[in-house]
């Protein structure tokens, strides 16, 4: 059973932090590059962040600098560490294999929103 479970979004103001936290089920998880992805009202989802199994990361050119991908492959779990946070982030947060597959499952997603 797949299974994405992502977590720890909110409301913070400009150049406040947060972390997200994915669980995947090891299907999804496992010797896969995995990413976060996300969603802002009226765009098309895109990909922000991807780390290898490995460790090897990579980021969007409007992440760079300020957000931080890591995984801890004992407990199926990928983070991204969010810092310096502007309002052009709020969005609707997932995590996914990388690539996803036009028909991949996805998760419920964590919504985050940067607003003073």
């Known amino acids: 059973q797949v299974q994405l479970v992502e977590s720890g979004g909110g409301l913070v103001q400009p150049g406040g932090s947060l972390r997200l936290s994915c669980a995947a089920s090891?299907?999804?998880?496992?010797?896969?590059?995995m990413g976060w992805y996300r969603q802002a009202p009226g765009k098309q989802r895109e990909l922000v962040a991807r780390?290898?199994?490995?460790?090897?990361?990579n980021y969007a050119d409007s992440v760079k600098g300020r957000f931080a991908i890591s995984r801890d492959n004992a407990k199926n779990t990928v983070f991204l560490q969010m810092n310096s946070l502007k309002p052009e982030d709020t969005a609707v947060y997932y995590c996914?294999?990388?690539?996803?597959?036009?028909?991949?499952?996805w998760g419920q997603g964590t919504q985050v929103t940067v607003s003073s």
């Open positions: 780390i290898t199994s490995g460790g090897s990361t």
């Open positions: 090891g299907s999804v998880y496992r010797f896969n590059t």
């Open positions: 996914n294999r990388v690539p996803a597959g036009s028909n991949a499952y």
